[in-house]
């Protein structure tokens, strides 16, 4: 595994060492360290239209629409004919989010889903493999005869985006493609909340199988909330999933004031941490907010400036390392805050998928701690039941350079993983 950012020498990671078997592309769950993923496969096509082409097609502008089959697929060729389309990316908020860990730790992760048995050249299930990092150990798979899902993103001139979303066969994930010996050995179970709109569809009850699933292994669970009106719409039903198996909940500042009410991030964070153990919150130009918990005999207190906000002096302990609460004798709530990468880029490409790679940050620090307590389980660092290798402030640090990342680019997926020494860094950093 490739470990995030500089560390010190005494916590060294003998990735040097010789292996005794050849590397393999399929995951060894007795030897590997890897994340898994469930999801709803899906490719998102770029265009751009006119307001005139959404009303034409009956399409609520700046929303999520669900439409049937063969409404998208007349859609989707109009674009053809008129030359609209610019992009296909391989799309879903976990494929994105396994994706980009992949790339940024050079290591294994399993995706859990749909695609379709006979790929054709052109097709979502064509592009969807293309564009996904070979790393991702896609092997395990249900096969459909018909299409993975299509979501056709529509930019109008004003740059308000307006989406149109094909399940095709996405949300036919049975439950017996479910390999519990799998997500019992993995360092993190990642879902998103999509599949509980999916009613009656077989993914919601494989989503509640994969989750019974980590959480009977003591399998960290993390989930991603999705869009706004998905949580005002599913609210009650998020928030009992939450409450009874997810440790990491991760959202922008329009899904956490869905969540819990509080359009402060820093009180929608409070309120959620009622109900889990560490929350991420993006908050666009506002940077990124990560919260949790810590035993208050070993909190650090911070360095940083101090900061108070509707919390005072919230980031005190930010120098702390997340735990879950019940592993706490005398739980500690922590707050960090850090602002955009750089003051955020000079122009943005792309906001689609910045969220996913902050979340994958996380996931890649919290698999190296796993990885790190296998191999040096004497360390230091493992003196307690920490659910990440880094501080909460540490954390924030590189997701925010990860979400960054994304936002600079075209693809809502990170094409190579990040600098070996950063240029916006001083030189005395990398002398140390």
Request: glycine share 6%; charged share 20%; with cysteine.
């Amino acid at each position: 595994m490739k470990f995030p950012g500089l560390r010190k020498i005494k916590h060294y990671f003998p990735v040097s060492q010789p292996k005794p078997q050849l590397p393999s592309f399929e995951v060894r769950p007795e030897l590997d360290t890897y994340i898994v993923g469930l999801d709803q496969t899906i490719v998102d096509v770029v265009a751009s239209v006119s307001d005139d082409f959404l009303a034409k097609h009956n399409i609520p502008k700046g929303l999520s629409n669900l439409v049937e089959h063969e409404k998208a697929n007349r859609i989707y060729h109009e674009l053809v004919v008129e030359q609209a389309i610019s992009d296909h990316f391989a799309g879903g908020t976990i494929g994105n989010t396994i994706h980009n860990y992949s790339v940024l730790a050079d290591d294994k992760s399993v995706l859990l889903g749909v695609m379709s048995a006979n790929i054709a050249l052109g097709s979502p299930a064509y592009h969807y493999v293309c564009h996904t990092s070979s790393k991702v150990d896609m092997n395990r798979l249900q096969g459909v005869a018909g299409d993975i899902g299509r979501g056709i993103t529509m930019i109008t001139p004003d740059g308000e985006r307006t989406f149109v979303i094909d399940p095709s066969d996405m949300d036919q994930l049975a439950p017996d493609y479910i390999p519990t010996e799998i997500i019992a050995s993995a360092a993190a179970f990642v879902v998103s909340a999509y599949p509980l709109r999916a009613t009656g569809q077989p993914i919601q009850q494989a989503m509640l199988k994969a989750l019974a699933d980590a959480s009977a292994h003591q399998v960290p669970v993390v989930m991603s909330l999705g869009t706004r009106h998905l949580v005002e719409e599913n609210r009650e039903q998020i928030l009992q999933t939450v409450s009874q198996y997810v440790n990491v909940l991760a959202m922008n500042e329009l899904e956490a004031e869905a969540l819990t009410g509080f359009a402060d991030p820093l009180l929608a964070a409070e309120a959620a941490l009622e109900f889990t153990d560490m929350v991420l919150i993006t908050a666009g130009a506002d940077g990124l907010y990560l919260c949790g918990y810590t035993d208050d005999e070993i909190k650090r207190e911070s360095s940083n400036p101090i900061k108070s906000a509707s919390l005072a002096d919230f980031n005190r302990f930010e120098f702390s390392r997340p735990m879950l609460r019940k592993d706490c004798h005398k739980p500690l709530k922590v707050y960090s805050h850090i602002d955009p990468y750089l003051g955020g880029p000079e122009r943005i490409k792309n906001t689609n998928g910045a969220g996913d790679g902050a979340l994958a940050a996380i996931l890649h620090d919290m698999a190296a701690n796993h990885y790190h307590k296998q191999v040096q389980p004497l360390s230091s660092k493992h003196e307690q039941a920490y659910l990440a290798y880094s501080s909460f402030a540490q954390l924030c640090k590189y997701a925010n350079r990860v979400s960054y990342e994304i936002l600079v680019q075209n693809a809502p997926r990170l094409s190579k993983g990040l600098p070996e020494r950063e240029d916006s860094l001083e030189e005395a950093y990398w002398e140390r």
